[in-house]
């Protein structure tokens, strides 16, 4: 359990998502700035048809500019395949902790076609030492993810990351109810266990 404000944190929206201002990522950024807490909460650019390169290089440019060394990291859906190689570069992440909501797997990535080269193709023995070597990476996910057949519980276990498995929550998106996320909240600011919204 971490006992101290984070002093930065960096939320990173996925695939398609223009930051609608229901959405719990939103509200967490409004929520946090209004605690006194450090955030940035980019748009990434074309997120309806995004370059993985553009993504990548902008996403390590807003960890690299994040102050203090509390940081902290929420991605939702596709930017999960953004932090997880950038996790498995060498040096890793300068970041406290990392929580990744509901990822997406790597055959919904093949199977649509603006997101496919977002596949590291890097082997999860790669992925696993990585996510075990920084040792502060969460998943909260659901069992009906559409994104995640089956969910991704199973998989982020096998990675050596924390888990935080929801029932019946769908993609933990604006469309399956998930506004304002007080537990959230709370994991970002002292960590904790993760409760459906």
Sequence with gaps: MVNAEPSSVLILHGWQNHRPSGHW????ADELRDAGVDVRY???PDPD???PAVWHSRISTEIGALPGNRRVVVAHSLT???VLPLLAQPGGL???RILL???VTRDVLAANPPIAAFDPKLADMTLRAAVVGHGGVSVVCSDDDPYFPGGAARWASELGAAVHPLT????LALSD???RWPSIHHWVRRDGPIEPR
Excluded: I, K
């Design 177 to 179: 109810g998930y506004g």
């Design 42 to 44: 980019p748009q990434l």
């Design 25 to 28: 990522q939103h509200l967490l």
């Design 80 to 82: 999960a395949w953004s």
């Design 101 to 103: 909501a509901a990822p």
């Design 49 to 51: 048809d995004p370059d």
């Design 168 to 171: 019946g929550q769908g993609h």
């Design 94 to 96: 300068a970041v406290e």
